[in-house]
């Protein structure tokens, strides 16, 4: 699934089963790395670090919003395709692909081909 030079992922999610979860399926679908973040200011610090090709962010992380983390990413680094996986998609609004918890890996790489065929 992931191309030649798209092959980092950030995971911005507070719940760590479910991070395991999307990292196992993100690398299913062929990301070689991936990061995972918590909060806004440890996202943008792994963001900085290494720049990611994807995000999946949650709608509510510890301190704020994934809307939020993404918001000072995309500020900071210039445009990254999201999805957002959550289980509040109400909050997320018209913002990129939702993938609803609970998700398969289907219904996340489905979101990936979706999201890198408008990148």
């Given at each position: 699934?992931?191309?030649?030079?798209?092959?980092?992922?950030?995971?911005?999610?507070?719940?760590?089963?479910?991070?395991?979860?999307?990292?196992?399926?993100?690398?299913?679908?062929?990301?070689?790395?991936?990061d995972?973040?918590?909060?806004?200011?440890?996202?943008l610090?792994?963001?900085?670090?290494?720049?990611?090709?994807?995000?999946?962010?949650?709608?509510?992380?510890?301190?704020?919003?994934?809307?939020?983390?993404?918001?000072?990413i995309?500020?900071?680094?210039?445009?990254?395709?999201?999805?957002?996986?959550?289980?509040?998609?109400?909050?997320?609004?018209?913002?990129?692909?939702?993938?609803?918890?609970?998700?398969?890996?289907?219904?996340?790489?489905?979101?990936c081909?979706?999201?890198?065929?408008?990148?």
């Open positions: 699934m992931a191309a030649a030079g798209r092959s980092h992922a950030l995971i911005i999610e507070d719940e760590m089963i479910v991070a395991l979860t999307l990292e196992d399926m993100l690398t299913h679908l062929g990301f070689d790395s991936v995972i973040a918590n909060d806004a200011a440890s996202a610090l792994c963001a900085y670090k290494h720049r990611p090709a994807m995000i999946t962010a949650d709608g509510n992380i510890i301190g704020g919003t994934g809307m939020e983390a993404v918001d000072q995309i500020r900071a680094l210039g445009e990254i395709p999201v999805i957002y996986v959550t289980g509040t998609p109400e909050f997320i609004g018209g913002r990129c692909p939702v993938v609803m918890k609970p998700f398969s890996t289907k219904t996340l790489g489905d979101a081909a979706r999201v890198y065929k408008f990148h």
